[in-house]
């Protein structure tokens, strides 16, 4: 069964980092798009950064200079990195991905949520002094 397991949230003050890990198991990466995603209390679910099997890279432009999204193919693991956090990053952070043969990469590039059908459970991020 595909599935991701992600850590790394917790809380921390504004302009704080932290590091969100997402390790798959039951599918290797080498073959999906992937991404993350916030939902915050009260909001729809929104993409964040999204990478293709190639390495492109899309992110929204609410993060763009400060979250960087990455993979190791080897470890089967995707990370976000995020730097100056604020409270309003506060959210359920989740990664998703999709298999390349299922999807482009221009069908998904917009990094909307619809177009990624593997979730993991998501982790929460709280940015609070």
């Known amino acids: 069964q595909s599935q991701f397991v992600e850590s790394g949230g917790g809380l921390v003050q504004p302009g704080g980092s932290l590091r969100l890990s997402c390790v798959a198991s039951g599918f290797s990466l080498d073959y999906y798009h992937v991404g993350w995603f916030r939902q915050a209390p009260g909001k729809e679910r929104e993409g964040v950064s999204c990478?293709?099997?190639?390495?492109?890279?899309v992110s929204a432009d609410s993060v763009k200079g400060r979250f960087t999204i990455s993979r190791d193919n080897v470890a089967n693991t995707v990370y976000l990195q995020m730097n100056s956090l604020k409270p309003e990053d506060t959210a359920v952070y989740y990664c998703a991905a999709v298999d390349v043969t299922h999807s482009s990469w221009p069908m998904v590039s917009s990094c909307a949520p619809k177009g990624y059908d593997v979730w993991g459970q998501g982790t929460q991020v709280t940015v609070s002094s």
């Open positions: 990478l293709s099997s190639g390495d492109s890279t």
